[in-house]
C-alpha cells in the first residue's frame, strides 16, 4: 500500500478543519490565533503535496508566501491583543462585545 | 549496504563523541581559565591515586555530587513540562551538530563518504531552524517551575534569543552570497586553500556579527541575561536539581561546542587546513604523513624532557610530582616513541597508500585541523566570559536592533554591490 | 508497507493528535507546545514530500519564531489569569461548531474518496532544493515576493503603532 496525493490531501484537510473548530468554539483569542495557524498548515500541506504530484515547485514558493503571511498576521494578532488586553484585562472574545447595540 | 549501514552508524557516532566527550573538558578550562584571569589556582585538589591533573579530575567528582544530589521537583511546577524541560535543551544541542562537516570524506570502495551526520541541501537553514528551538527548553523551565524569576529568565532568553536569531541569519546572508550554497561542505571547500579564501576575511562584517550572535544565542556572558545571577538569582533553572539542572549545565557547553564549530566551519575553513586543499593533502599522503610523525617524535621528546625536568625539579606541590611524570608519558615520551616505532618499522616513513588509505590521512589530520579551530573558539568562548562584564537588559536590545541588524543589512548590500561588479 | 508510508501515518497520526490537543487544551502554555508539535510533525511530512527547503523553514518560522512569539505573549500578559482557560463559548455555539465542521469534514473527504492518486516516480532534477525555489522566487512569482516582502514592513510598522504605549519613551 502506497501513500499518495489523496491521503495528503485527506489530512491536510482533517487538519483544516480541526483548526476551524477551534476558531469556532473557543473563547481565548490567543487559542483562537493558533488554530487559525493549524489551518494555514493544513493548507500549506496541500500545496506541497500538490507540488509533489506535479513534480513543480510553484506550490513550493506558495507555502513560502503563506508562511510570510502567517508571520505578518501572527505579529499583527498579538500586538491587537496585548492592546486589548492593555484596556479591558482580557482576551475573552465575549467580552469584547461594546459595538453591541 | 552493510557498507552504508556502519559508515552511517560511525558517521553518528563521531559526531556524538566529539561534542560530548568535549564538555568536561571544557568545564574544566572553564575553571581553570577563570581562575587564570582572576589570579587564583583554580580547582586542584580533586585526585584520583595520586593524580591531580591539573584539577581535571574536578569534573568528574562534580559529576558523582550531582548525580548524588536530590532530584527536586518543586511542589507548584507543572510536573511534565517540568521534566521534559532540561531533555528538550540537551537533545536541541545535540542536533544541531548534524550537518557540521567534522572532516574531509573518505573513500572506500571507490566511493565517497562525507563525514557527518547527515547531508543536508538546506544545511545552514537546517541550522538556524534547531538552533531556533534551543528557546522551547528555556521557556518550559521557566514556566513550569512557577517561579518569578525563572519567568523573568524566560521572558529575557526568548526576546533575546528571537532578536539575535534575526541578525545571525542576515549575518549569514552574505557569506551565503559568496559560498553560492547553503550546503556546509561546499561552504567548507570554497574557502580551501591559502586563509585569505576564509569565511572571515571575504566577509569580515558577517563573521564578526555571527560570532556576536552565536555568544548571544548560547546565553553566555556578555549576554548571560537569562541567568543573571546578580538580578534573578539563576533564572531559569533556579528550580533545578541533580541530574536534571547537571543536563541544562551540559547544554550550554554542548551548545558552546557547535557554536564554535559552526563558526569554524563557515567562517575559518572548516576542516580545510589553510594551504593544503583536500586534493593536495591525498596526493601526498605519504610524505605529509611522514613529517607529521617525525614532528611528533621530535616534539613528545622535547615535552618529556621539559615534564621530565619540572619532575625532577619539583613544583610549588613539592618535588616528584606525580602529575609531571604522568605528563611526561603521556604527552611527551609516549606519542614520542609511537611515532619513532612507526617510523621504524616503515623504513624510516616510505609509505605506500591506495585512495582509501590516503583519504583516511587526510581525513584523520583535517579532523585535527577542525577540532583545533573548534577549541580555539571554545577557548574564546570562555575567555570573554570572564572578561567582560554583563550587558544592562536595554544595551542588549539597542545593540541587537539599532546597531547590529543595520549593520548586517548593509553588509549584505555590499556583499551584492561587489559580486555583482565583479561578475562584469 | 514501505518505510514512508509507515513515516506518512506516524507523523500524520501526531500532527492530528497534537493539533486536536491543541483545540481542546485547557492551558494556553501546553496548547503552544502541542502546535510546536504539530508543526515538527508537518515538518516531517514535508520532508517526505521531499520539500527539505520548506522543511527547514516550517521549523525556523513557525516553530521558532510564531510559537515563541505567542508563548513570549501568554506570559509577558497576566499569566495567572491566562493560563487556565475559561471554558469555550456556549453550548448551542459550540455544538453548532462541531457540527458544521464534521459535516466539512465528510464533505471533503467524500470528494476524496474516490480516485487512489499515487506520485509520480520521477521528480525532475533539482525539485525542492533551495536553487529552484529560488529561481522561481526571484523570477515566476518576483511581483508576489516583493509584495510580501512590503506586507512584511507594513506589519512590523503595524505591531509596533499597536503595541506601543502612548506616551511612553521606546528604551
Keep these: 500500500m502506497s501513500v499518495g496525493l489523496h491521503h495528503y490531501l485527506l489530512l491536510s484537510a482533517l487538519l483544516f478543519v480541526v483548526g476551524t473548530v477551534g476558531v469556532i468554539t473557543r473563547r481565548n483569542a490567543i487559542v483562537v490565533l493558533m488554530s487559525i495557524e493549524l489551518m494555514l498548515n493544513g493548507v500549506n500541506l496541500s500545496l506541497a503535496a500538490f507540488s509533489r504530484y506535479w513534480g513543480d515547485g510553484s506550490g513550493h514558493a506558495l507555502v513560502i508566501f503563506s508562511i510570510a503571511v502567517a508571520a505578518a498576521e501572527a505579529a499583527v494578532g498579538l500586538a491587537l491583543l496585548i492592546a486589548v488586553f492593555r484596556n479591558r484585562q482580557s482576551v475573552d472574545l465575549e467580552d469584547l462585545n461594546l459595538l453591541k447595540g | 549496504m552493510l557498507l552504508d549501514l556502519t559508515m552511517v552508524l560511525v558517521r553518528i557516532a563521531l559526531m556524538l563523541l566529539v561534542v560530548l566527550q568535549v564538555i568536561p573538558l571544557l568545564i574544566w578550562w572553564e575553571r581553570k581559565v577563570s581562575a587564570y584571569i582572576q589570579s587564583r589556582r583554580g580547582p586542584a585538589y580533586a585526585s584520583a591515586g595520586p593524580l591531580r591533573l591539573f584539577g581535571i579530575v574536578h569534573t568528574l567528582t562534580d559529576v558523582v555530587k550531582l548525580i548524588g544530589k536530590e532530584d527536586i521537583t518543586p511542589s507548584q511546577a507543572n510536573k511534565p513540562f517540568h521534566f521534559i524541560a532540561p531533555a528538550i535543551a540537551m537533545f536541541v544541542a545535540l542536533l544541531t551538530f548534524a550537518v557540521v562537516p567534522y572532516s574531509g570524506s573518505v573513500v572506500i570502495d571507490g566511493r565517497e563518504f562525507s563525514l557527518q551526520a547527515a547531508n543536508l541541501n538546506a544545511g545552514i537553514l537546517y541550522i538556524l531552524a534547531i538552533a531556533s528551538l534551543g528557546v522551547y527548553g528555556i521557556l518550559l523551565a521557566a514556566w513550569s517551575s512557577n517561579n518569578k524569576y525563572t519567568i523573568l529568565g524566560g521572558l529575557r532568553s526568548s526576546s533575546q534569543l528571537v532578536s539575535y536569531e534575526l541578525v545571525m541569519s542576515l549575518a549569514l546572508v552574505g557569506a551565503l552570497m559568496v559560498y553560492g550554497s547553503l550546503e556546509l561542505g561546499k561552504a567548507v571547500t570554497h574557502q580551501s586553500g591559502p586563509f585569505w579564501h576564509w569565511g572571515a576575511v571575504v566577509q569580515p562584517v558577517a563573521a564578526l556579527l555571527f560570532i556576536v550572535c552565536a555568544f548571544a544565542e548560547t546565553n553566555r556572558n556578555p549576554f548571560d541575561l537569562p541567568e543573571g545571577e546578580s538580578e534573578i538569582v539563576a533564572g531559569y533553572h533556579v528550580e533545578y536539581s541533580s541530574l536534571r539542572f547537571a543536563l541544562f549545565f551540559m547544554a550550554e557547553y554542548a551548545n558552546m561546542i557547535v557554536a564554535s564549530g559552526v563558526i569554524a566551519t563557515l567562517f575559518f575553513g572548516g576542516y580545510e587546513i589553510p594551504f593544503l586543499p583536500t586534493e593536495t593533502l591525498r596526493a601526498n599522503a605519504a610524505p605529509i604523513l611522514r613529517i607529521v610523525l617525525l614532528a611528533t617524535a621530535a616534539g ?53 597508500f591506495g585512495p582509501t588509505g590516503a583519504s583516511l590521512v587526510a581525513a584523520v589530520l583535517q579532523f585535527a585541523c577542525f577540532m583545533a579551530k573548534l577549541l580555539f573558539f571554545a577557548f574564546l568562548f570562555i575567555w570573554v566570559r570572564w572578561t567582560l562584564p554583563r550587558f544592562r537588559y536595554d544595551q542588549l536590545m539597542r545593540l541587537g536592533w539599532k546597531y547590529m541588524l543595520p549593520l548586517a543589512l548593509l553588509n549584505v548590500l555590499a556583499t551584492a554591490f561587489i559580486l555583482e561588479r565583479m561578475a562584469k | 508497507m514501505t518505510g514512508s508510508a509507515l513515516l506518512f501515518y506516524v507523523f500524520g497520526a501526531l500532527a492530528l493528535a497534537s493539533a486536536v490537543l491543541v483545540v481542546t487544551g485547557k492551558n494556553a502554555i501546553a496548547s503552544a507546545v502541542y502546535l510546536v508539535v504539530a508543526f515538527f510533525n508537518l515538518a516531517g511530512l514535508y520532508v517526505l514530500l521531499e520539500a527539505h527547503f520548506l522543511a527547514a523553514s516550517q521549523i525556523l518560522v513557525y516553530a521558532g519564531a510564531i510559537t515563541v512569539l505567542i508563548l513570549f505573549v501568554i506570559m509577558l500578559l497576566d499569566v495567572s489569569q491566562l493560563v487556565r482557560l475559561q471554558g469555550s463559548r456556549n453550548a448551542i455555539a459550540r455544538s453548532l461548531g462541531i457540527v458544521l465542521a464534521g459535516l466539512f469534514a465528510i464533505l471533503l473527504a467524500s470528494q476524496l474518496a474516490p480516485g487512489e492518486v499515487g506520485f509520480p516516480e520521477k521528480l525532475p532534477e533539482g525539485f525542492g532544493t533551495v536553487e529552484s525555489i529560488g529561481d522561481l522566487l526571484f523570477d515566476r512569482y518576483l511581483l508576489a515576493f516583493e509584495l510580501v516582502s512590503v506586507l512584511l514592513l507594513a506589519a512590523i510598522v503595524a505591531a509596533v503603532a499597536i503595541a506601543h504605549r502612548e506616551g511612553e519613551s521606546t528604551p
Design chain 2, 300 to 352: 613528545g621528546t622535547l615535552a618529556g624532557l621539559f615534564f621530565g625536568y619540572l619532575f625532577f625539579q619539583g613544583n610549588e606541590r613539592g618535588p616528584r610530582d606525580p602529575d609531571a611524570a604522568a605528563l611526561a608519558v603521556l604527552f611527551g615520551f609516549g606519542p614520542a616513541v609511537a611515532a619513532g616505532a612507526v617510523l621504524a618499522l616503515t623504513g624510516g616513513g616510505h609509505f605506500e
